[in-house]
Every structure is written in structure tokens, then in C-alpha cells.
């Protein structure tokens, strides 16, 4: 019965799709456009810039990326800063919702840095190598429409969607602390803070063997209000100073260390349990990558 309750909280909690800066769809109402900061079947979350007087029951239009619209009817159930929450009537499709996002998400502009090969130049490789690495396309999008994952290459326009090596190594990071029976929530946060690192600091990520992350223990203090909030800023939306400050400390507790033979024994000689702090063995992800994209 556990094992049951456990799916259906994950089934919900896949069903809604955060929109990053640019990629957002649009909530038409009357003369009002807003752009929509997340959805479900159930509702939205839409941003307004400025005070408006709104009635509690709202009809309006969705337009999606690829121009395809659902007309939408609701109520109003809360606002907090500039977001609005909004009940629907009547339930949305999830398959409309994915079908209409999936090409935004693999086809839009570069979100995370971009990592370069040997050469100074970065080369992109068809998500057919995911395969050879153990990882289905289909969980890729999934993770993607989620907001888990964002791949660093602008689509060149063909007909294949390309990949980073270090999306790769992200990608693989990311199913390898899944499997480890963390949340998706908190693998994707654990690997976006690591692409901020990395961005300051590729050196240590092409050479460091380990990487040790925080316990799942210190992810489950956060409470899940400034989780959301760091999901949004790790995805590039914008959040309070107040909020910012704060979310700045989460981030530098959740932050990875990267660690040599030497550190890796230290930082296990600090824990008592063995499961209050995740080592990585980031040399192996790489190898694994690289064996694929280098054959």
C-alpha cells in the first residue's frame, strides 16, 4: 500500500510543467496578456506586473510555443508577490499539454553554459548515444517538459536534436542520483547548483574524481515552499532580494565539493552513517560518456 502512495504522489507531481524565462506560453484575458509561470491539468500559476482588478472567475485563452491554444475557465485561488494561482473548470489533457511543449523544450535557446571539447569549440551529438548509455529519449523529454533537465546547444535547425559532452555527463549525474532513490526534485536541484559551479570552475568538473553532495537528510529539512522557490531561481526565474539572500545559503549547503582520493576520505571520516553524505564517483560518469562519444 505504501509503494502505491508513493506512485500516485510522483504521477501528480509529473503532471505539471515549469516554463522557464522564454519559453513561457501566454494566458490571454480580454485586453490582458500574462505569461504563465507553470501548469497542470488542474491549473496555472500566471505572473502579473502590475495590480489589477480582476474578478475571482476568469475565462481566457492559452497559446502555446507552437501556436496551438485551449480555451480555459476558473477561479482565482491565491496570489503571493506577482503570481497567481488559478483552478480550472475543467481539466486539461496531459497529453495535450506535452504534445504542445515537447518541441519548445527541445528546440529553444541555451539555458545552462556551454562546455567545450579539447579544441576550444563545442560539439554537439545526436541523442541517439543515449541509448548506448542506458537512457530512453522518452525520459529525457520527460525530464525536460519537467524543468529537470535543460540541454546547453541551441538546435541547429536539422532534424536531430544535439547534446554537449557535458550534458551527457549531466544527464547520467542525474539518472545515477535518481537511482539512488533521491527525488527527481532534488536530483535536479543537486545537478543545476553543480551547473553554477561549473560554470566558474569547468577545470574541476573535467578533472576532480569525486564529487560528495549533502545528505538527502539536509534536502528534507528545506521546506518545500523555498524548494519551489529554488527550483525557479536554479531555472533562471527571477525571485525577491529577501529570497535570493536566503536561497543563496540553501545553495552553498546543498552545494557538491569536489574531491580528490585525499578529500573524498576526510569528508567520510566527518559522517558516522554512511548515508548522510552521497560520494559520486564522477571519474566513472565521465569515462562511461566519453567511451560512447568517443567510439
Known amino acids: 500500500m505504501g509503494k502505491e502512495q508513493n506512485t500516485d504522489k510522483k504521477e501528480e507531481k509529473n503532471s505539471r510543467i515549469f516554463f522557464e524565462p522564454g519559453k513561457r506560453p501566454i494566458l490571454k484575458v480580454k485586453d490582458h496578456n500574462f505569461e504563465i509561470k507553470d501548469i497542470s491539468e488542474k491549473g496555472i500559476i500566471f505572473l ?6 480582476m474578478s475571482s472567475r476568469i475565462s481566457g485563452t492559452i497559446s502555446f510555443f507552437k501556436g496551438d491554444t485551449i480555451d480555459i475557465s476558473g477561479e482565482l485561488t491565491g496570489v503571493k508577490g506577482n503570481a497567481v494561482k488559478m483552478a480550472f473548470n475543467e481539466p486539461i489533457s496531459h497529453d495535450d499539454l506535452v504534445k ?3 518541441e519548445a523544450y527541445l528546440k529553444t535557446d541555451i539555458i545552462i553554459p556551454q562546455f567545450v571539447e579539447a579544441d576550444g569549440k ?14 530512453s529519449v522518452d525520459l529525457l523529454k520527460s525530464w525536460m517538459i519537467q524543468g529537470y533537465f535543460s540541454p546547453s546547444i541551441k538546435d541547429d535547425g536539422g532534424s536531430k536534436n544535439t547534446l554537449s559532452r557535458f550534458d551527457f555527463y549531466i544527464i547520467k549525474l542525474l539518472e545515477y542520483l535518481i537511482n539512488l532513490e533521491i527525488s527527481e526534485e532534488e536530483a535536479s536541484i543537486k545537478t543545476k547548483i553543480l551547473v553554477k ?5 569547468q577545470k574541476l568538473f573535467s578533472e576532480s574524481p569525486s564529487l560528495a553532495f549533502a545528505s538527502k537528510l539536509d534536502f528534507n529539512s528545506i521546506d518545500q515552499e523555498d524548494k519551489d ?3 525557479d531561481l536554479l531555472s533562471g526565474n527571477s525571485v525577491s532580494k529577501e529570497d535570493s539572500k ?4 540553501i545553495m ?5 565539493i569536489f574531491a580528490d582520493e585525499k578529500k573524498k576520505a576526510e569528508i567520510l571520516e566527518t559522517f558516522e552513517k554512511g548515508d548522510e553524505v552521497i560520494i559520486v564517483d ?3 560518469i565521465r569515462d562511461q560518456v566519453d567511451a560512447v562519444l568517443d567510439a
Do not use: D, H, W
Open 48 to 53: 502579473v506586473n502590475e495590480e489589477l482588478n
Open 100 to 102: 504542445n511543449q515537447e
Open 122 to 135: 563545442e560539439k554537439g551529438y545526436s541523442t541517439k548515444y543515449l541509448q548506448k548509455l542506458g537512457i
Open 197 to 201: 559551479l561549473v560554470k566558474n570552475s
Open 229 to 231: 522557490k529554488l527550483f
Open 246 to 249: 536566503r536561497l543563496t545559503g
Open 252 to 256: 552553498k549547503k546543498l552545494a557538491p
Open 282 to 284: 564522477l571519474k566513472k
